[in-house]
């Protein structure tokens, strides 16, 4: 077993050596918003209309390659608008998209954020109405996911490759709501599978899914709201990865060769999603929708199934979380909220064992910006939400919510998602390790130390701080501060309780740890 504090301290791993394509920023980003990749009916309004499909175009700058991979950024929001879904959050330009597509980009990625139909009735006191809109407005979201797809495999056949993408190295990575499409475009293969018994209205007996409705699973045949789009391409991709989120039903994951490889992270105590199987519930009503798989019960059984075999490929020593997977695979646990007794772990998984009801550790919101948006939905809309609600609203799942912590999670997201991506979408990649210096060599200092405020940590100047990460004694991340890029930066205590904490200060290509106390 490897030391105790060299195992948590692994958890933000960050890679910074230069000149090495998809780990390092090393390009600039051209950014090109709101490009039309379909044309579809929506419900939202309540009277069926066409509606344009938008994505914004995320592209490496100074980049010669003309085969780059993609990844489409599936945001959350519940199949509602922002505030509509009485949430701060639920667009394409969230702050963890727009943060995602950026830091994905700036590796070598090209990154597409698109917005796909919303509307569904979660309020409705039928038990029936509430699971088939809500499986409805996923089925849609699955079929204009593909349509996103195939736009782009239709542009490099039919436009020169406007983009610069290798058609046959696509991800699709899902947050929060947006993880039932990733999963969901990878493994609904078949009509057959959106026919399942929890899928029938038990009034009508019939099918929540009508295809000469809705149109087949592709969204490329006519249904009385559904217009095919960028018709005569496949709609495979090779990577789907999830931030929360889950799969409509465990037998959608057969093994398939077409069917992409699966990872992903979630939160243990997520109540709005299942960690490992279980209810969805409606976030504002608490009520029943339907019963579907979490993100940790999906990736297990797409590494039973033999769908994560490609992900084997990662060179033994390069997957900076091998550890912690293998550690939470070693754990057994009850979960707080369905009472499953499980593994907390599986491979190419990890799981973040935060207090409930904490699901999204990832997003963060700016106050005066939300409300200067409420302002403006208010007086165009006719509206009346409150800025201040919806933000305390917002703090009661993510209670210590900041840009930093946003960061410092999807710094984690990333250690994983990067090698996978390498492995699925065969990328041929140069794996690199951070190097551990001692920390004497980088002139580290941390004063005062036992504190009951506040430590300053100091480096030598040739050593500026780029990251620091705080964790507690069981390995988990409590602060986490990026794009420091100073010699000196002060760590506030704020409410952390009294005890031994373990830093890992990151700088370019190197990293040293460091054990900080805070006491009463």
């Not at 550890?323 to 939470?328: F, K, M």
């Not at 609600?389 to 209670?399: A, F, I």
């Given at each position: 077993m490897k030391n105790f504090y060299s195992l948590i301290l692994l958890l933000c791993f960050t890679v910074t050596q230069a000149q090495n394509r998809y780990f390092d920023r090393m390009f600039g980003v051209k950014y090109t918003p709101n490009i039309v990749y379909a044309n579809n009916i929506s419900i939202i309004t309540g009277t069926p209309a066409p509606e344009d499909l938008k994505m914004d175009l995320y592209?490496?700058?100074?980049?010669?390659?003309?085969?780059?991979?993609?990844?489409?950024?599936a945001h959350t929001g519940i199949f509602l608008p922002p505030l509509y879904n009485g949430q701060?959050?639920?667009?394409?330009?969230?702050?963890?998209v727009t943060a995602l597509a950026a830091s994905l980009c700036s590796r070598g990625f090209v990154v597409a954020a698109y917005t796909h139909r919303l509307g569904w009735l979660p309020t409705s006191p039928d038990v029936n109405v509430r699971t088939g809109t809500l499986l409805q407005a996923a089925y849609r979201g699955i079929q204009d996911t593909r349509s996103c797809i195939r736009y782009f495999k239709k542009n490099v056949a039919e436009a020169n490759n406007t983009y610069g993408i290798d058609p046959n190295k696509i991800?699709?990575?899902g947050i929060g709501t947006g993880?039932?499409?990733?999963?969901?475009?990878g493994s609904l293969n078949d009509f057959g599978e959106v026919t399942l018994d929890k899928f029938i209205n038990s009034s009508t007996l019939l099918p929540f899914i009508d295809s000469t409705i809705f149109g087949n699973i592709y969204g490329t045949s006519q249904g009385a709201i559904c217009l095919p789009n960028n018709v005569g391409y496949s709609s495979n991709f090779q990577f789907a990865f999830n931030l929360g989120g889950a799969l409509g039903d465990s037998s959608w994951l057969d093994g398939e060769a077409i069917e992409p490889a699966y990872s992903g992270v979630h939160c243990v105590n997520d109540f709005f999603a299942p960690y490992y199987a279980g209810a969805v519930i409606v976030p504002t009503t608490r009520e029943f929708v339907v019963n579907v798989t979490g993100t940790r019960g999906a990736i297990e059984i797409a590494n039973n199934k033999g769908s994560n075999?490609?992900?084997?490929?990662?060179?033994?020593?390069?997957?900076?979380l091998?550890?912690?997977?293998?550690?939470?695979k070693a754990v057994r646990m009850t979960l707080p909220?369905?009472?499953?007794?499980?593994?907390?772990?599986?491979?190419?998984?990890?799981?973040?064992?935060?207090?409930?009801?904490?699901?999204s550790p990832w997003d963060w919101w700016d106050l005066n910006t939300l409300k200067q948006v409420v302002a403006f939905v208010n007086q165009t809309r006719g509206t009346t939400f409150n800025a201040d609600?919806?933000?305390?609203?917002?703090?009661?799942?993510?209670?210590d919510m900041s840009a930093a912590k946003g960061r410092a999670y999807l710094d984690t997201c990333l250690a994983l998602f990067l090698p996978r991506a390498c492995a699925a979408l065969q990328l041929g990649c140069t794996y690199v390790d951070n190097e551990k210096i001692d920390a004497d060599e980088a002139g580290v200092n941390c004063f005062p130390n036992p504190a009951k405020h506040s430590v300053i940590v100091t480096t030598a100047s040739a050593y500026p701080m780029e990251t620091i990460y705080i964790y507690d004694v069981n390995g988990r991340l409590v602060k986490g501060y990026t794009d420091i890029n100073q010699n000196k930066f002060e760590v506030q205590r704020n409410n952390l309780n009294a005890g031994i904490y373990f830093a890992r200060i990151g700088f370019k290509g190197q990293y040293t740890n460091q054990t900080i106390i805070f006491q009463d």
């Open positions: 592209e490496p700058t100074n980049d010669t390659k003309t085969d780059r991979p993609l990844i489409l950024i701060i959050t639920g667009s394409r330009t969230d702050s963890t991800a699709v990575l993880g039932y499409l990733s999963f969901g475009s075999n490609i992900l084997n490929t990662i060179p033994a020593g390069k997957d900076k091998k550890d912690l997977i293998d550690a939470q909220l369905t009472g499953q007794n499980i593994l907390l772990g599986t491979d190419n998984f990890y799981g973040f064992n935060l207090p409930p009801v904490q699901g609600t919806l933000h305390r609203s917002g703090l009661q799942t993510n209670p």
